[in-house]
């Protein structure tokens, strides 16, 4: 018997099947060197929500550790090869990156489908964004319901309010709040340098500077040379040494990310890397391998970790459960 969180991985895939949309399912890989501090202090959390979920438990608190215990579990290769397996016997398409699954979508996204490609992106995650995916998709329900993001739409800036005696108007429009942020007259490149200095994964922002302040800056400047000098200027502002340099090293993983090429069986970058690019060591990338490894990894019979080959189960049906 499947374990329920293959069972949940496979409801929502069979739903998309359901409505026509073949699924194309895309797993994390390696870590990233540049995201070894995030993953440590992810991993702090995690054993804390554990210390209390035992506590929570040792006073019959059973609602408490359920809660701790969910909030403090850790995917692992192997819990994704129990997806693999239940994949492969329902016949659904998938692929394992070789770094964050992020970036492997984002190259799907500006594959043409005649290539291998997808036609549009279901995430939770707001980093496809930041990738520069087109179209996403986002907080698939169990009805099929979801919340679609374009690109173009979000350039064209905030749709005009409606008035109450509108028949369109909705309780979700009678919500008090600040305006939507304005990107008219912005690009990818301005909005990316906003997505990193907001914070992310691979770089902290910068302490008391949230989006909407860094947006107002950009905005301003339209320039991030300009928008630092600003920033340095700024007394009351604490900019990290060599921060610059982390930021540009931030912006070139979510443009540069190494992903695999289902096509030619190799690692490739998201977008090829320019020649003028200023920076030497690209290990932050992720170092590369050779396409034997790379394609065993892909379709999910190495772990991409430990770089070591996954046992078979002993039939399709049997969970072994996760090490």
């Known amino acids: 018997q499947d374990a329920p969180y293959v069972t949940y991985c496979l409801f929502?895939?069979?739903?998309?099947?359901?409505?026509?949309?073949?699924?194309?399912?895309?797993?994390?890989?390696?870590?990233?060197?540049?995201?070894?501090?995030?993953?440590?202090?992810?991993?702090?959390?995690?054993?804390?929500q554990?210390?209390?979920?035992?506590e929570a438990k040792s006073v019959n608190d059973s609602h408490g550790a359920k809660n701790a215990f969910a909030a403090g579990m850790d995917v692992t290769p192997a819990m994704a090869h129990e997806l693999i397996v239940a994949l492969r016997r329902q016949g659904f398409e998938f692929i394992v990156a070789p770094y964050e699954a992020d970036g492997q979508i984002a190259a799907l996204a500006a594959t043409p489908s005649s290539e291998g490609g997808v036609d549009l992106v279901?995430?939770?995650?707001?980093?496809?964004?930041?990738?520069?995916?087109?179209t996403v998709i986002f907080k698939l329900e169990k009805s099929g319901d979801a919340k679609e993001f374009k690109w173009r739409n979000m350039l064209a800036g905030p749709p005009p309010a409606r008035e109450e005696n509108d028949e369109n108007f909705d309780d979700v429009q009678r919500k008090k709040g600040p305006p939507p942020l304005d990107f008219r007259g912005w690009d990818f490149e301005l909005f990316l340098s906003l997505c990193v200095l907001s914070g992310c994964d691979f770089l902290d922002n910068i302490r008391g500077l949230g989006i909407k302040k860094?947006?107002?800056?950009?905005?301003?400047?339209?320039?991030?040379?300009?928008?630092?000098?600003l920033l340095r200027a700024d007394k009351k502002i604490e900019i990290p040494d060599g921060y610059e340099e982390e930021w540009r090293k931030a912006r070139l993983i979510f443009k540069h990310a190494l992903v695999y090429d289902m096509r030619l069986k190799t690692l490739r970058h998201l977008t090829p890397i320019p020649a003028d690019i200023g920076v030497e060591d690209l290990s932050f990338l992720g170092p590369k391998y050779d396409?034997?490894?790379?394609?065993?990894?892909?379709?999910?019979?190495?772990?991409p970790i430990t770089r070591k080959?996954?046992?078979?189960?002993?039939?399709?049906?049997?969970?072994?459960?996760?090490s």
């Open 214 to 229: 860094m947006y107002a800056l950009l905005n301003k400047c339209k320039n991030t040379d300009a928008a630092f000098k």
């Open 309 to 322: 080959p996954f046992i078979a189960p002993v039939t399709n049906s049997t969970n072994n459960g996760a």
């Open 291 to 303: 396409d034997a490894e790379a394609t065993s990894i892909a379709t999910g019979d190495t772990d």
């Open 12 to 48: 929502r895939a069979n739903l998309l099947r359901h409505h026509g949309i073949t699924p194309v399912i895309v797993f994390d890989g390696d870590r990233l060197p540049a995201k070894r501090r995030e993953e440590e202090e992810r991993r702090a959390r995690r054993q804390a």
């Open 122 to 134: 279901f995430t939770e995650d707001s980093d496809l964004v930041a990738y520069g995916c087109e």
């Open 50 to 54: 554990i210390s209390r979920a035992h």
